[in-house]
C-alpha cells in the first residue's frame, strides 16, 4: 500500500471508529480492506500500548481465488513453514525501524511461494518473533492467507504481491547514520 492510501486507509478507519462503531467507548480497534485485499486496522486505548504484545483480536483474510491445497501438500507445507520460520527471524532480530522481512521460495518447478510479515516497531525482538509465530498456525492447508493483530501480520500466497528492492525506509534523523543495505518489499 501506497503512502497516500494508507493515510486515506487511516483516516477511514478513524472515522469509522468515532463517529459511528464506537463513539463513545475508550477503547476501540477496527480496520479497513479497500477491497484490492489492503488492509490497515487502527486501534485506540486508554493504556499505554508500547511494547506490550497484544495478539487478539485478529483479522484473517483470504483472497477470493485462494483455495486450500491439493497437491503436493507436504511439500507446500514445508515449504511455507521454512519460508514463514525464516522471514520471522529475519524480521524479529531486526532494529525497531525495519521489522519485516519479505521474501519467496519455490515450491514444485512452477509454483513459488511469497511473503510478508511485519512486527511493531517498539516489540522486542521475542515478542515479535512469538506475535508472528502464534500467527501463523492459523493457515495450514491454504495457498494464501493474511492475519493481522494489533501488534503483527503477515501475508502469504501463491501470487506475487512484493517487490524487493533495496530502498530503506525513512529513519529518523541521527547524527552518525549508516548506510544499510537491508532490502526492503514493496507490496500491493
Given amino acids: 500500500m501506497d503512502l497516500e492510501s494508507c493515510g486515506n486507509c ?3 478507519a478513524s472515522i469509522s471508529l468515532t463517529a459511528s462503531t464506537c463513539p463513545n467507548v475508550s477503547q476501540a480497534i477496527g480496520g479497513i480492506d479497500d ?3 489492503n488492509f490497515c486496522m487502527l486501534q485506540y486505548v ?3 500500548i508500547f511494547g506490550l504484545m497484544e495478539t487478539s483480536p485478529y483479522f484473517f483474510m483470504s483472497p477470493e481465488n485462494i483455495g486450500n491445497i491439493t497437491e503436493n501438500l ?5 515449504t511455507r513453514n521454512r519460508l514463514m520460520e525464516k522471514l520471522i527471524s529475519e524480521a524479529a532480530a531486526r532494529n525497531r525501524l525495519q521489522k519485516y ?3 519467496n ?3 514444485t518447478g512452477i509454483l513459488r511461494l511469497y511473503a ?7 516489540l522486542s525482538e521475542a515478542d515479535c518473533y512469538r506475535c508472528l509465530n502464534d500467527a501463523t498456525i492459523c493457515c495450514d492447508k491454504k495457498e494464501g492467507g493474511r492475519v493481522i493483530t494489533p501488534s503483527c501480520s503477515f501475508r502469504y500466497e501463491t501470487n ?3 517487490k524487493p528492492s533495496i530502498e530503506r525506509p525513512p529513519e529518523t534523523p541521527s547524527t552518525n547514520p549508516t548506510p544499510s543495505t537491508n532490502p526492503k518489499g514493496t507490496c500491493t
Wanted: hydrophobic residues 35%.
Fill in 10 to 12: 487511516i483516516s477511514a
Fill in 35 to 37: 477491497g484490492r485485499y
Fill in 46 to 48: 486508554d493504556y499505554d
Fill in 74 to 78: 507436504v511439500k507446500f507445507d514445508q
Fill in 101 to 103: 522481512a519479505v521474501g
Fill in 105 to 107: 521460495e519455490t515450491v
Fill in 116 to 122: 510478508l510479515v511485519q512486527c511493531n516497531p517498539d
Fill in 160 to 162: 506475487r504481491f512484493c
